[in-house]
């Protein structure tokens, strides 16, 4: 029998598209996009400078990553992982070279908080321990392992009765906490070397070399979240590479397939030992499409010089870009966070009445730059004088 809805009860009431209404909306609808340029219904061109968040980098309509996915498409579009495929193996090795870090085993999956939850299964796995250190301002996804050791999830969105292991969170930066978090309970650290939402903030060379030697001394499992400041983003094939330092795991994402879902677990000789079949699983995870575009996504970053253009038009945004609103700068490549006198989200709305998308951060005073890795300084202008035209 249904009870019926006490009169007080709102009756549900469905989104007026259908979408589940949790997403706060940007006020621009996209129409189509083509390089570092959106072509919007109300506002006509936008420049770019969210990409997708973190996803589009090599910007809209890349010729050499259409024809991969058309490519493979037209060829085959689906096998099971338990169906050797060729473009699997050749996306997996590809991965690992650009990587260059010895992590030369890879699980390939879907979302970049599917990554972490395998990331942390195997840490668990290999150690038999109960415990994970998580960094204070990290974020590493919304599935129950991934949510666990994202800061603030519990007050704010968690939503599952209980995390299910113990969690505790470092500050960030500071060296002096290690030795007291990561113990021999330990099962793994994770940390994001630059993070995204926590305001591209980035860990610093001291602090991530202090987590090796203790995860080290422990015996703790080092992972690096970089689903958002991998594949490039910071100018180096990954932060591990910009920091030198190389952890157990890397997990990746969003820049990884441009726009098509993939994200990877990269696993050190000491991690993949743990491996045994059926461990771990997926469906979709490492599908043909997604390893075809993982090499176009590589393959452009090398051939078009990408890395070094995002460390150059980076470094450009950092020294043209501290004017009106903006007082300074932190993270890396195009993992920018302008920092700003006002309130971000002031700045940003005032942005894109200038044409110019920008994203912000958990720190309402950050702007956030994931910008394409396309872009040229000649974009970058037209950033530094929409932000000189702004009220201080
Ligand atoms: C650092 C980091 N980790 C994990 C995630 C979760 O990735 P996904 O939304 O693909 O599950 C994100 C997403 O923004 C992220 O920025």
């Known amino acids: 029998m249904s009870v019926p809805l006490k009169a007080s009860t709102p009756a549900p009431r469905p989104a007026p598209d259908h979408l589940a209404a949790v997403f706060a909306q940007y006020p621009l609808e996209v129409v189509s996009a083509s390089g570092v340029w959106l072509n919007t219904r109300d506002r006509g061109r936008v420049l770019d400078l969210y990409g997708g968040h973190a996803v589009a980098a090599l910007g809209y309509g890349h010729p050499g990553w259409t024809r991969a996915l058309i490519a493979q498409a037209e060829s085959c579009q689906f096998q099971t992982n338990a169906v050797p495929m060729d473009v699997r193996s050749r996306a997996a090795a590809r991965l690992v070279r650009f990587a260059g870090l010895g992590l030369d085993t890879v699980f390939l999956v879907n979302s970049g908080a599917e990554a972490n939850e395998n990331a942390l299964k195997m840490a668990f796995r290999l150690t038999s321990r109960p415990q994970v250190v998580a960094v204070e301002h990290g974020f590493h996804g919304r599935t129950a392992a991934a949510a666990a050791v994202t800061w603030g999830a519990a ?15 470092i500050p960030r930066r500071d060296i002096a906490a290690i030795e007291r978090h990561v113990t021999e309970s330990t099962a793994a650290v994770i940390v994001e070397p630059v993070q995204g939402l926590g305001g591209a903030f980035d860990m610093g060379a001291p602090f991530l070399e202090a987590l090796r030697r203790r995860c080290d001394a422990t015996g703790a499992v080092l992972i690096f979240d970089e689903v958002q400041c991998g ?7 990954f932060a591990a590479n910009m920091y030198g330092v190389t952890p ?4 990746t994402a969003k820049a990884l397939g441009n726009g098509f879902p993939c994200a990877a677990l990269l696993m050190s000789p000491r991690v993949a030992a743990a491996l045994k079949p059926d461990a771990l699983g997926t469906t979709f995870g490492g599908g043909p499409l997604a390893c075809a575009v993982i090499e176009a996504v590589i393959e452009a970053i090398e051939s078009q010089h990408l890395l070094e253009q995002v460390r150059r038009v980076g470094a450009y945004i950092r020294s043209t870009c501290i004017v009106g609103p903006v007082t300074g700068h932190q993270g890396a490549g195009h993992l920018t966070g302008l920092i700003t006198r006002r309130p971000a989200k002031e700045i940003q709305a005032e942005l894109l009445q200038r044409g110019i998308l920008t994203g912000t951060a958990s720190d309402p005073h950050v702007l956030r730059l994931l910008a394409p890795f396309i872009l040229e300084e000649e974009h970058v202008d037209l950033l530094r004088e929409a932000l000189a035209s702004l009220p201080a």
Do not use: A, E, N
């Not at 704010?156 to 505790?168: A, H």
């Not at 594949?231 to 094939?237: A, D, L, S, W, Y």
């Not at 157990?248 to 997990?251: F, K, N, R, S």
């Open 248 to 251: 157990d795991m890397i997990t």
């Open 155 to 169: 007050q704010k969105w968690y939503g599952l009765p209980r995390t299910p292991f113990d969690v505790s969170f």
């Open 231 to 237: 594949v490039g983003r910071t100018g180096f094939p």
